[in-house]
């Protein structure tokens, strides 16, 4: 059950693991979704004042900083902008092997430099890097090995996507932030959903009972699941729910 005590344990046991590591406080990359927004929200509460909200920017989408902006504003967390679009397209260029339609692996890409970038920060003032990731995803696998997959901690990595709504409304974070349509923002007009082919409240479903899904979506869920065992396997300190 989500209550503010379970938010109170977030809270400590953030305390706990930056004491722990001898670190002074805390960065997360913000993206403008729901996930970033609560990890941020989090940080903030745990670290008033050594949290930094960091928005990297490569071709992000208006929407993406009109949120980032938002979440900043309602938080009130220290923030960075950062534009790596000359760095990407450089990068690209010098790929030579990539496809124009090789949108996927450009995603991935944007994925890994945001992170090498947020790791520069973390190590200039001696934070640790707070992951967004949040059960749901991390089950089918949804996200970029060696780069949103990556963070020292993740407080969300145990809770359903149902249970970070909760979590935010608790964190009283923006409605409309709460209710828009789930996006890593990764190319134009991408959502976690349309590209998953069924909803997060599908997969909750499925958890209940498999019966309770069409056959389609099961495989669907399944498939993720399996060939993603191996990204699993880097994510290591997260909160216990």
């Known amino acids: 059950m989500i209550t503010k005590n379970k938010i109170e344990s977030i809270i400590f046991w953030l305390r706990k693991e930056v004491k722990k ?3 002074n406080g805390l960065c997360v990359a913000i993206s403008g979704g729901i996930d970033s927004a609560v990890a941020a929200s989090l940080a903030k509460l745990a670290f008033p004042d050594n949290s930094t909200g ?3 920017d490569i071709d992000s989408s208006e929407e993406s900083f009109t949120n980032f902006n938002k979440i900043i504003k309602q938080i009130k967390i220290k923030k960075e902008i950062v534009n790596l679009n000359k760095s ?7 790929l030579n092997f990539i496809k124009k339609a090789e949108k996927e692996v450009k995603g991935n890409i944007k994925s890994r430099l945001r992170m090498n970038t947020i790791y520069a920060y973390a190590k200039i003032n001696n934070y640790l890097v707070v992951g967004t990731s949040n059960y749901s995803e991390i089950y089918l696998g949804y996200f970029t090995k060696w780069g949103d997959g990556v963070a020292d901690i993740f407080p969300l990595a145990n809770f359903k996507k149902s249970e970070i709504y909760k979590i935010a409304k608790l964190l009283e974070l923006d409605e409309k932030l709460i209710n828009q349509k789930p996006s890593a ?15 997060y409240s599908d997969l909750e479903k499925y958890w209940e009972d ?13 498939i993720y699941n399996k060939i993603s065992n191996h990204k699993r396997n880097i994510l290591l300190n997260s909160y216990k729910n």
């Not at 498999?210 to 399944?222: C, D, L, T």
Request: net charge negative; proline share 0%.
């Open 210 to 222: 498999k019966k309770s899904v069409s056959s389609e979506i099961k495989n669907k869920i399944e």
């Open 185 to 199: 923002d990764l190319w134009y007009g991408q959502t976690d959903e349309n590209e998953l082919g069924f909803k």
């Open 21 to 23: 590591a001898q670190a």
């Open 54 to 56: 960091l928005f990297i």
């Open 88 to 94: 990407f397209n450089q990068f690209i260029d010098d």
